[in-house]
């Protein structure tokens, strides 16, 4: 991946950068590469989260459809003292 230096940045918008940062948990680097996808109109490609791919390809759960699944398999969670006699 490429690499960019930049210079010449104005005090204020670096100690904004800095500020967005801290308060969102995010890097340095994520900030200012959302900030730059957002105003190219790329934003939505890095809304992608990582495990994407994995999920297309394995498929992926609904919560009703994870709740459902966790609904039908209750009665396995039970032990029927008699069989184990």
Known sequence: MAQITLRGMAPEIEQKIR????ETG?????VIL???YNYTGFNK???ISPAASLR??????SDKDAMQFFESIKSCHQIDESMWR
């Open 34 to 36: 959302e900030m730059i």
């Open 19 to 22: 500020r967005i940062s801290r």
């Open 26 to 30: 995010k890097s340095l680097n994520r």
């Open 56 to 61: 297309k390809l394995a498929g992926g759960w």
């Open 45 to 47: 490609r890095e809304q």
